[in-house]
């Protein structure tokens, strides 16, 4: 199952940088990038790896992760330096779509590594001192506070000097107000996923236990 959850996180972390580019707006003031809506989720699979394999296990995920996306980066850079063939006149949209300022991508990099890896240390450290009980407690702590981290470190990397201080705390506050609410509807994905795997996983144990006695 480390497989299935590993690829799940590396899949939902290139996605959301493809759709980053696109805005999407809930009311009249709160406008987000589309990639929030996908990004959510990478932080509850960490929390799952973490639930029943392990933090080891988890910091290799964040490092798979961060690998991942500096290979589409630069897959995605020579794809769009490429000439173009004479048919293919989409290559403006194609740049505007994939292409990503260096300032906004490093900016991405390096709050993806903190905010994950913060991650997985709180929800290490509540799982040590809470054992079994409590995952409520620890998925949406670690989360919370991660995405507030993630939040932070990249608006002000990409946007600092360009948007007043003022815009950037707002940017800030309705990103992280919407963060916030999606990991508690999230809480009970976490508790189904890690209950199944839990249950493969044993069923999986038990099955080469038998195979070995016989």
Do not use: C
């Amino acid at each position: 199952m480390i497989l299935y959850l590993n690829g799940a996180f590396v899949g939902l972390l290139i996605l959301a940088n493809i759709v980053a580019v696109k805005l999407f707006s809930i009311g009249s003031f709160v406008i987000l990038p589309a990639a929030v809506i996908i990004y959510v989720f990478t932080y509850p699979l960490i929390d799952v790896i973490v639930e029943v394999y392990g933090r080891k296990y988890a910091q290799r995920t964040v490092r798979a992760g961060l690998i991942t996306q500096i290979f589409a980066l630069v897959f995605i850079s020579a794809a769009i330096a490429l000439p173009s063939a004479p048919a293919f006149s989409d290559q403006e949209s194609f740049e505007t779509i994939l292409g990503g300022s260096f300032r906004v991508i490093i900016a991405s990099l390096i709050s993806y590594m903190v905010s994950q890896n913060l991650d997985v240390l709180v929800f290490n450290k509540l799982k040590s001192r809470h054992g079994q009980k409590k995952l409520w407690l620890r998925n949406n702590a670690s989360t919370m506070l991660s995405q507030l981290v993630d939040t932070s470190i990249f608006i002000v990397i990409a946007f600092y000097g360009i948007v007043p201080m003022a815009g950037l705390a707002v940017m800030i506050m309705t990103q992280y107000i919407f963060k916030f609410f999606a990991s508690i509807a999230i809480t009970p994905l976490v508790y189904l996923m890690v209950n199944y795997i839990k249950k493969k996983e044993l069923a999986s144990a038990h099955e080469e236990r038998s195979v070995a006695v016989e």
